[in-house]
């Protein structure tokens, strides 16, 4: 049996490439492996520090969710002319493939 590929998320500012497990968040991959990633909420979709820029292969990801949707809408996410942000602690990986990432804090 051959074994398929991973996901792989590109750290563009720390030039680091992680492979992942499908619908593991991002904030959950970032802490396991000792990757800075704010929170004060610890990942629980409250309080939207733990903001990512997704540069490329946004089409690899789960769609926002309501609570998303919410964190984004209160800290103008959408308004922001950064790119396409999401909560590191609600996004993940629905689909094989490369997504490049990067933050303000790395």
Same mark, same amino acid.
């Given at each position: ?54 540069? +490329? ?26 790119? +396409? ?22």
């Amino acid at each position: 049996m051959l074994n398929s590929p991973m996901p792989k998320i590109i750290l563009v500012q720390l030039k680091k490439v992680i492979e992942v497990n499908f619908y593991e968040s991002f904030f959950q991959i970032l802490r396991k492996n000792d990757i800075p990633i704010a929170s004060s909420c610890q990942g629980r979709q409250i309080c939207g520090r733990c903001s990512i820029e997704i540069i +490329h292969g946004s089409e690899f990801l789960n769609s926002p969710d309501e609570n998303e949707m919410q964190v984004s809408k209160k800290y103008g996410w959408q308004q922001q002319n950064c790119g +396409h942000l999401r909560a590191a602690c609600s996004t993940y990986f629905v689909k094989n493939g490369t997504v490049e990432v990067k933050t303000t804090y790395w």
